[in-house]
């Protein structure tokens, strides 16, 4: 079953937040991974900062499509924190970035409540004016990162230098980051929602125990934690015990614990997303023709051709508030770790509970490909 909970605390936001800044990639081959994410997802490759421009150990590019901005990094020797991340955990997102008014002030207010500091109120400065930010540890070896952008004009940061857009990628639509989710080990849930609660002023908006996402081989939990405003919401999963290997288990397995599952990206067509995206290259979990019958019978009516979202394999839920149609990829690297997902609301604010068990078949079936069920 699912409850909503804890919406609507007016006490003072200690930790405001503007948005979703960024999100950095640790990747082995940034170049490479640039070239997916315009290639195949659309993103257009905006800046860069590497030995051309005199930045001597980490080569990272700045990758947009709409408000959505990702970072890919790799480092250029093996001893460096980022080639000894992607060693342990592969490919995946190693901070999610956060716009705030005060970075030092983000720092001090959420290390005080217990927070661990990496990254202490730092300022850079170049031409383009002065950049602060600070960094927090979150689940894993996820930093959080406090991004204050309103003295610093620039590209992205400084050091980096904008490149040409002449390659535009293949814009599809996508237009901001709807949630970011992350896996942590089983018992480990009620850690992370209080240092979201107490130590970021997040609220927990919702979860779904054991029951609402269960199949027959595994279980999870989930909570969502949101930040005061709602617009970022961080899903945390939990394993809970099954007859087999759960996904979330198999994902902490090739992660070598916890992080971030997936990256939910908004659209306003996705049935003009996913097109581009699978002509593109894109690989998307199937759904078993099944789900389409008698779908406006649990759902209602909605406003997209049934047969056109079977054909493409998106998702339909419903809501108290409207609806919402959703989609998952496949895995973006060879670990079976991190995956995104499309999403389209028509007004439902919740997150496709109601696929969850369709979902989590599917995953399955791929995992039962990998050997790992
Ligand atoms: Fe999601």
């Known amino acids: 079953m699912s409850s909503k909970q804890g919406i609507g605390i007016h006490m003072k936001d200690f ?4 948005r979703f800044d960024h999100l950095e990639f640790y990747v082995g081959n940034a170049r490479q991974a640039a070239l997916f994410y315009s290639k195949f997802f659309g993103f257009t490759n905006t800046a860069y900062r590497g030995l051309e421009t005199g930045k001597r150990e980490v080569t990272s590019y700045v990758l947009r499509q709409g408000n959505i901005c990702f970072v890919l990094s790799t480092a250029l020797s093996p001893n460096h924190p980022i080639s000894q991340s992607v060693l342990k955990h592969g490919d995946g997102v ?42 927090i540890r979150g689940y894993g070896d996820t930093l959080i990162k406090f991004v204050e952008r309103s003295d610093y004009f620039g590209v992205f940061a400084p050091g980096f230098e904008p490149l ?7 814009f599809v639509g996508l237009y901001e980051i709807d949630h970011v989710v992350g896996n942590v080990e089983l018992g480990a849930m009620e850690q992370w929602v ?61 992660n070598h614990g916890p992080g971030v599952q997936h990256i939910a990206c908004a659209t306003h067509n996705i049935i003009d997303t996913v097109l581009q995206m699978k002509t593109a290259g894109v690989k998307f979990l199937s759904v078993p023709k099944a789900y389409y019958e008698n779908l ?14 079977a054909e493409l394999g998106i998702l339909v839920d419903r809501d108290e508030d409207g609806y919402l149609l959703q989609i998952f990829t496949q895995p ?14 028509h007004g439902a604010q919740s997150f496709g509970e109601g696929n969850f068990k369709s979902l989590f078949e599917a995953i399955e079936r791929e995992q039962l490909l990998r050997g790992n069920l």
């Not at 406006?296 to 979202?309: A, C, H, S, T, Y």
Request: glycine share 6%.
């Open 296 to 309: 406006e019978e649990r759902v209602g009516k909605i406003n997209e051709p049934i047969e056109q979202l």
């Open 164 to 170: 040409d857009h002449t390659d535009k990628g293949n």
């Open 194 to 254: 209080e240092f979201f609660a107490n130590t970021v002023g997040f609220n927990l908006l919702v979860h779904f125990d054991e029951q609402a996402i269960c199949t027959e081989y595994s279980a999870l939990i989930s909570k969502v934690m949101q930040d005061g405003t709602g617009k970022i919401k961080l899903p945390i999963n939990q394993p809970a015990k099954g007859k087999c290997k759960s996904q979330i288990e198999e994902f902490l397995e090739y």
């Open 94 to 135: 190693a901070v999610i970035a956060l716009e705030v008014p005060n970075a030092f002030n983000a720092y001090q207010e959420t290390t005080k409540r217990g927070a661990v500091g990496v990254i202490p109120p730092t300022e850079d400065e170049d031409k383009d004016g002065v950049f602060r930010y600070a960094a």
């Open 15 to 18: 930790c405001p937040i503007q």
């Open 332 to 345: 973006v690297q060879d670990r079976p770790t991190l995956f995104f997902e499309v999403i389209e609301r």
